[in-house]
C-alpha cells in the first residue's frame, strides 16, 4: 500500500522458503494468492538454496531498486547471494524474544548489479509510518478498491458500516479479500490513534 501511494512498483520477496514444509508452503502460496490475484508479483525464493534467485535478478537488473521488511527476513542475506559477494554483507539471527531480527545494517547501502541496476539495502524496519497520509490516500492505496470507489450510496462514505456501501459489498461478494479489508481499516485506525497523540502533545507544548 505505501508502494501505491508513492507510485513505485512493488515485489513481493517471500525468503527462506527452505523453511517451509509441504503443509506450510500451501499455507503461505493461499495467502500470497490474495496479492497475486489483485496483480502483485510474489517471488518465492531462498538464499540459502538458492531456489527462486533467477527470477529475482531478472526482475532487479536495469532498475533501481530497495530491499525493504522487517530486520531478521534476511535481506542481507539474497544480496550475498546475489551479487556472490566475496566479502559478505553482515547478517545475523533472528531474536529469540521478539521474533523480530537484529538491526545488521544500520545506514542504508548502494550495490551495483554487474549486468546493469543498483539495489539499496535498507536498515530493517519494524513498521511503517503512514500517519501523515490522508484516508482518502489510504483508500487509494489499495488497488482492489479501484472499481468500486464512486459506486457507494453516499459521498462521504467511509467504507465501514455505510449503507450502499460499494466497497464492502464487494467484500461480502468475495470479490475483495476480508483480510485486506480488515487490514485498511485497522491502518485507519491506527494513523486516528498517532494523530490524537500528537494533536496531544502539541497541545501539551
Known sequence: MACETLQIEPIIVLNKIDLLDDEGMEF???????YRNIGYRVLMVSSHT???????????????????????????????????????????DVSDN????????????LY??????DVIDSPGVREF???????????????????????????????????????REAVEEGKIAE??????????ES???VKTRKNFSDTDD
Open 179 to 188: 483480510t485486506r479489508f480488515e487490514n485498511y481499516h485497522r491502518i485507519l
Open 50 to 92: 538458492q531456489d527462486g534467485l533467477k527470477p529475482l535478478e531478472e526482475a532487479l537488473t536495469g532498475r533501481i531498486s530497495i530491499f525493504a521488511g522487517q530486520s531478521g527476513v534476511g535481506k542481507s542475506s539474497l544480496l550475498n547471494a546475489l551479487l556472490g559477494l566475496q566479502k559478505e554483507i553482515l547478517t545475523n
Open 28 to 34: 503461505v502460496n493461499e495467502q500470497m494468492d490474495i
Open 129 to 167: 509510518g503512514l500517519w501523515h497520509l490522508e484516508p482518502e490516500q489510504i483508500t487509494q492505496g489499495f488497488v482492489e478498491f479501484h472499481d468500486y470507489l464512486g459506486l457507494c450510496k453516499y459521498r462521504d462514505c467511509k467504507h465501514d458500516t455505510d449503507p450502499g456501501c460499494a466497497i
Open 98 to 109: 521478539s521474533g523480530l531480527g537484529q538491526h545488521t545494517t544500520t545506514a542504508a547501502r
Open 191 to 193: 494513523m486516528a490513534q
Open 112 to 117: 551495483h548489479f554487474p549486468h546493469g541496476g
